[in-house]
Nanobody, 123 residues
C-alpha cells in the first residue's frame, strides 16, 4: 500500500521561508516522479512542482524562482523549499506519486496522494 505523509506546514509571515517534506512508502520511490500540488477552498489542485527519479524538475509559473523541489532517494523523501512566501501561497499542499509521466504537471497524472499539510502566509 502506497503511503505519502507530508509535514512542515505552518503559519508564517510574508517574505519568510518554509520547507515541506513528504515521506513515501510502499512504492519503488527512486523511479517514481513525485510532485507537489496545492489546493485552496473551491479550487482545483494547482500544480506546484515535480521531480523525476533522475532529478529533472518542473515548476508551476506562479512559483518559479521561489520554490525548489528536491528528493532524497535514500530516505524515500521529497522536499519543497519555499522562499519569499506571499499570502497567495496559502493552501493545503499535497504530495503525489506520478502514474503517467506524460501528465507529470496534471492532476490526472497522479494516482496516490498524501493527506496534505496546511501552509498559511500572513501579510
Amino acid at each position: 500500500q502506497v503511503r505519502l505523509l507530508e509535514s512542515g506546514g505552518d503559519l508564517v509571515q510574508a517574505g519568510r521561508s518554509l520547507r515541506l517534506s513528504c515521506a513515501a512508502s510502499g512504492l519503488p520511490f527512486n523511479i517514481y516522479p513525485m510532485s507537489w500540488f496545492r489546493r485552496t477552498p473551491g479550487k482545483e489542485h494547482e500544480f506546484v512542482a515535480a521531480i523525476t527519479g533522475g532529478g529533472t524538475t518542473f515548476y508551476g509559473d506562479s512559483v518559479k524562482g521561489r520554490f525548489t523541489i528536491s528528493r532524497d532517494n535514500a530516505k524515500n523523501t521529497v522536499y519543497l523549499q519555499m522562499n519569499s512566501l506571499t499570502p497567495e501561497d496559502t493552501a493545503v499542499y499535497h504530495c503525489a506519486a506520478c502514474r503517467n509521466r506524460l501528465r507529470i504537471t496534471k492532476e490526472d497524472g497522479y494516482g496516490n496522494w498524501g493527506q496534505g499539510t496546511q501552509v498559511t502566509v500572513s501579510s
